[in-house]
């Protein structure tokens, strides 16, 4: 891989090269170069797990612990935290764990061998909320993809968010990989928690769960169907419809924003199915997805303001600037809409 595409934007894998030097990083540190995949995973390793900012190694070393027959990778972006992790590792005496100093996506992409990885964890990934940032966020069609072609038939992908909004992207970003499907059996088997196993604990779920934030938690698994998804997206292209997610991505009780083309939309489950506003409220321009849904409205989350989700009327002031809709259609479980 050309060296350029390795560095950091803001310069941290420049700097390890550096810090590698003075003994300051952990054993397995990437600059210009991908980390070989047999210099991290021993060749008797049975199954392997993989945590995406591991940060201090909370969940890390639980897992480690409870879980000796299982080796897991933990990458981590920032060297400090990488450093903490491998020796919260090295103090509980923990052998079946390595850390990796890198950057999530490049690891999965030049790294990680097809189908060689039981499970993927990723919890609380920084949001990037402002919209010039949402650039640098983990999740996007790519890293789905990878992520999909890592794990093994079967293989899990976990992950966990207070933020709502960012939630609702994630899911619509993975309701979109051909080879992902949520599994919400195994959503229900795990629970809110399962310590060293699913959803943590990691040092955020534990200031959060003391904060009584929300906390949102999906479980992805891989399977094959590309061939339906791709029928479908032949489809719609053929007659100007965009897909934008997949249908049961949508929760029940709260909107599911989604870009499309370049437009931030919402989508909400109605009595008729599906409805598609522009995220944006008329009056002040607040984010519709952030609102509550009550009787088939949306409440605007600034001033209160309600529009109908099928029309987009506004029944708080009628007559005034109704939120913009688009026209939605449904098929195969895929949801499509049409922007002209």
């Not at 992805?220 to 719609?236: P, W």
Request: charged share 25%; net charge neutral.
């Amino acid at each position: 891989m050309p060296a350029h595409e390795r560095m950091h934007p803001s310069g941290r894998l420049r700097f390890r090269a550096s810090a590698r030097a003075r003994g300051s990083l952990p054993r397995h540190v990437a600059d210009r170069s991908a980390v070989p995949w047999d210099s991290i995973v021993p060749a008797h390793a049975g199954q392997i797990e993989i945590e995406v900012g591991c940060g201090k190694g909370t969940f890390l070393a639980e897992a480690a612990r409870q879980q000796p027959e299982v080796f897991f990778v933990g990458i981590e972006a920032s060297p400090s935290y990488a450093a903490q992790s491998e020796h919260r590792l090295t103090d509980r005496g923990c052998t079946n764990a390595a850390v990796v100093a890198d950057d999530g996506r490049l690891f999965f992409a030049d790294t990680v061998p097809p189908g060689s990885v039981a499970k993927v964890h990723i919890y609380h990934p920084d949001p990037w909320p402002k919209r010039r940032h949402r650039k640098r966020r983990l999740f996007d069609r790519q890293f789905a993809r990878l992520v999909a072609t890592a794990l093994a038939p079967g293989g899990k992908l976990l992950v966990a968010t207070d933020n709502t909004r960012y939630f609702g992207e994630i899911l619509a970003t993975l309701g979109s990989a051909e080879r992902l499907r949520r599994s919400r059996e195994t959503e229900l088997h795990y629970g809110d928690e399962v310590a060293g196993v699913a959803f943590g604990p990691t040092n955020f779920s534990q200031k959060y769960r003391a904060e009584e934030r929300p906390r949102h938690r999906a479980v992805y698994a891989r399977t094959e169907r590309a061939s339906i998804r791709e029928t479908s997206m032949t489809q719609a292209e053929n007659s100007a419809w965009t897909r934008v997610a997949a249908l049961d991505g949508v929760p029940t009780d709260e909107g599911l924003p989604v870009e499309c083309e370049g437009k931030e939309l919402v989508l909400f489950r109605t009595d008729d199915g599906i409805a598609c506003l522009e995220d944006s409220c008329p009056h002040r321009g607040a984010a519709l997805s952030e609102g509550k849904v009550r009787d088939g409205e949306i409440i605007c989350p600034w001033h209160g303001w309600r529009f109908v989700l099928d029309s987009g009327e506004c029944s708080t002031l009628p007559g005034s600037m109704p939120a913009k809709t688009f026209t939605v259609r449904v098929e195969s479980n895929e949801i499509f809409v049409k922007l002209g």
